[in-house]
């Protein structure tokens, strides 16, 4: 059963989509949104891993959630549902939660997780900003991941996205000038922001190629989320997965003189966009001979890494 059902709770005046708890804990003076969304946003579960990890900080206390019927598509996120020896469990179904957490330093946290909704995203961004008022939230931080053209042998990049430009100059990395199809998490940050709440989104770059889980995107993640806001962060806990990850990828990269070469491809051309980023005026740092038209298919290399990885396994 998820968090928000079966319990009681009480709308917000004009609000019908957030329903709080009857016991909703002091946040103090100035309680920061942390949003993170599964789904088209978070490329190897980036930022659901961070939102996790942040739950280790401080116990997380349920303090309202969303309604689902008027947030998704049943059809599309259907509900699981345990069948044991013909006996049904109630359904589980996919939920936007909302909780506190108050870590030993740094502001209090209002942690909000969950599905992607299909539905109601205007709705959504207007309670969002009545909730950040409600609070005094005047900081909002996303956490995200999106799959882009470099090697599991490099450093995660983290872009940001922001409305205060020396926020995003102390953040480095802001993202590139493109317009793409907006994930839910994305449109939220643009209501938030309009609204006047300084917003900044961090999202891990990750390989394109990465088909699971990318452990080394939420520790990039939650390593920028603490330096900004000084929230104490133990990051030795993704060690151990980050090492063995490596050591498949680098396993199966080893295993295909095609994907060795491709995996070489995305090192020089990393290593040529940090070069070009450290000329001051943007020169450029030499000629690799790659251009995007050469940058290998995320398909393609993903199926001959899960091939390998598959083989292994058997």
């Known amino acids: 059963m998820g968090a928000g059902r079966g319990r009681d709770t009480a709308t917000l005046p004009g609000m019908d989509l957030l329903r709080l708890f009857p016991a909703v804990p002091d946040l103090g003076p100035d309680p920061v949104m942390v949003l993170s969304l599964d789904g088209w946003t978070d490329a190897g579960e980036g930022g659901s891993a961070a939102a996790d990890a942040l739950r280790e900080v401080a116990e997380p206390v349920p303090i309202g959630s969303f309604d689902g019927d008027a947030l998704y598509d049943y059809r599309d996120r259907r509900p ?90 102390r953040m480095g990395h802001p993202h590139e000038q493109l317009i793409v199809p907006s994930s839910c998490q994305s449109a939220m940050e643009a209501v938030l922001a309009g609204a006047g709440v300084t917003t900044l989104g961090l999202w891990a770059r990750i390989p394109h190629y990465i088909a699971g889980d990318y452990p080394d995107g939420a520790r990039a993640l939650l390593e920028r989320f603490s330096s900004y806001l000084g929230t104490p962060i133990d990051l030795s806990q993704f060690d151990a997965a980050v090492a063995d990850n490596r050591a498949k990828l680098d396993l199966a990269a080893a295993s295909s003189d095609e994907v060795t070469e491709h995996v070489r491809q995305l090192e020089r051309l990393y290593d040529a966009e940090l070069e070009a980023e450290r000329l001051a005026e943007g020169g450029a740092a030499g000629d690799d001979g790659l251009d995007e038209v050469q940058v290998p298919s995320a398909d393609e290399l993903a199926a001959e890494i899960e091939r390998f990885l598959r083989g292994r396994a058997e």
């Open 80 to 169: 699981q549902l345990a069948i044991d020896r013909g006996m049904l469990a109630d359904p589980v179904w996919p939920e936007l939660t909302v909780e506190a957490l108050r870590p030993a330093s740094g502001p209090a946290l209002l942690l909000v997780t969950g599905a992607e909704p299909d539905l109601s995203w205007q709705r959504l961004g207007r309670e969002l900003v009545a909730m950040a008022r409600r609070f005094g939230a005047g900081r909002y931080v996303g956490l995200g991941a999106v799959p882009g053209p470099i090697p599991h042998t490099r450093p995660v990049q983290i872009l940001a996205t922001s409305n205060d430009r020396a926020l995003l100059d």
